[in-house]
């Protein structure tokens, strides 16, 4: 059994800072692509940043360079770090992880910016 658990979320101001974490516990053999995914209310999941077991990074056009995705191999985890939030940025945010040839989800994070 594997799972995901996040940690990091809460209510910060605009133009704020937040560093949410995703780590992955069970019986893990591989991994592949990690993802952050949000969802605001009344809207669709969408992708926000995605980084590959080898390092390479691809975000969201909204993320406009504010957001740094990370991962650790060694300790099956990875993190997003969110600068100069804005309002916009409100959702609830998921991690996702390739692990044994499956998708596992975390339980997501709410992050709330204040205007």
């Known amino acids: 059994q594997v799972q995901l658990v996040e940690s990091g979320g809460g209510l910060v101001q605009a133009g704020g800072s937040l560093r949410l974490s995703c780590a992955a516990s069970?019986?893990?053999?591989?991994?592949?692509?990690m993802d952050w995914y949000r969802q605001a209310p009344g809207k669709q999941r969408e992708l926000v940043a995605t980084?590959?077991?080898?390092?390479?990074?691809r975000y969201a056009d909204f993320v406009k360079g504010r957001f740094t995705i990370s991962r650790d191999n060694a300790k099956n985890s990875m993190s997003l770090q969110m600068y100069s939030l804005e309002p916009e940025d409100t959702a609830v945010y998921y991690c996702?992880?390739?692990?044994?040839?499956?998708?596992?989800w975390g339980q997501g994070t709410q992050v709330t910016v204040s205007s």
């Open positions: 996702r992880m390739g692990i044994n040839l499956r998708d596992y």
């Open positions: 980084v590959t077991k080898g390092g390479s990074r």
């Open positions: 069970g019986n893990i053999f591989s991994t592949s692509a």
